[in-house]
């Protein structure tokens, strides 16, 4: 987590490059490797992958309903839970890349345009 505030345009930039840095770490390797965690305890490429999808499903969702509606009602749920309601573990690595790479230009689409007001929460 960032230690400071990032601006609207940070996170854009950070939501678009994130997607080409993991193609770009991952190109050339076997289906092994991106399944293999680098040392104890880490997560492997697919596992990686797989949390972003989640956290990119949850999250994404959530700011979805928060411009769709005037007072959303947001339920909590953890990307590690939901995790396990997928089979995004199990998925084949490209496949995974390409789905999270739609996901992320369909949330991008949505945010991006957003003037600098609809990303301030209104009082309560």
Known sequence: MPSKSLTIEELLTLLTETLARLAELTTGLAPGQLRRAPQKEAWSANEVLAHLRACADVWGGCMLAILAEERPTIRAVNPRSWIEKTDYLELEFKGS????????????AVLGPLPPQDWVAPPP
Not at 98 to 107: G, H, I, M, N, Y
């Open 97 to 108: 890349l390409r789905a999270f790479a739609t996901q992320s230009a369909d949330l991008l």
